[in-house]
């Protein structure tokens, strides 16, 4: 019988730092912090195909995000199923860049492992603890899974690369 599978599904860039960081750090936080709250949170990181089976969506929000096709597919294909249904599902994490909105996490984009040995590991967990609040209130809210259809849209255009003036 079809079904979520996964409770939170993490979307970053698929290289780079905000990948690192979002390896090294935000997902086992995040799994950490989901579990004071709920029986065996399920996560999964930007693994194709899961995205039909996960509730929410955590975007890892940088500007490579916007320029990665599959990132833009897979957001948009929550927003879609946010219209569908009428309910928040996407829960966004500001890695780096100005001008984004949500879950402000800049301050600790430290991508290497060695990061859990600073005092500032520990203020991160606060951080992602008050997320994990946030994604637990909206889990009883998910609507019932279907076959929820797929958004592919086309990343914006990169401007043309600068010629030097002879």
Same mark, same amino acid.
Not at 2 to 15: H, I, N
Not at 121 to 140: F, H, I, Q, R, T
Not at 157 to 163: F, G, N, R
């Given at each position: ?6 409770? %939170? ?10 990948? +690192? ?17 709920? +029986? ?6 930007? &693994? ?9 969506? %955590?975007?890892?929000?940088?500007? $490579? ?23 928040? =599902?996407?829960?966004? %994490?500001?890695?780096?860049? +100005? ?22 590991? &520990? ?11 946030? =994604? ?5 809210? %998910? ?9 592919? $849209?086309?990343? $914006? ?10």
């Amino acid at each position: 019988m079809p079904g979520y599978r996964y409770d %939170v599904f993490l979307s970053c860039a698929r290289t780079g730092p905000s990948r +690192e960081w979002t390896v090294n750090h935000f997902r086992d936080l995040l799994g950490r912090g989901l579990a004071k709250l709920i +029986e065996e949170p399920k996560i999964v990181l930007s &693994d194709e195909g899961a995205l039909r089976d996960a509730r929410l969506l %955590v975007p890892i929000w940088s500007p $490579p995000y916007f320029t990665s096709p599959g990132c833009l597919s897979e957001w948009e294909s929550m927003r879609l199923r946010e219209r569908l249904s009428g309910r928040r =599902l996407i829960c966004p %994490v500001r890695f780096s860049g +100005e001008g984004l909105a949500g879950h402000d996490l800049r301050r600790w984009n430290r991508p290497h492992p060695s990061f859990r040995q600073t005092p500032r590991y &520990d203020s991160l967990a606060d951080e992602v603890g008050k997320l994990a609040l946030a =994604l637990a209130d909206l889990l009883p809210q %998910v609507p019932r899974w279907r076959a929820w259809p797929s958004a592919h $849209p086309r990343p $914006p255009a990169q401007p043309p690369p600068s010629l030097p003036q002879l």
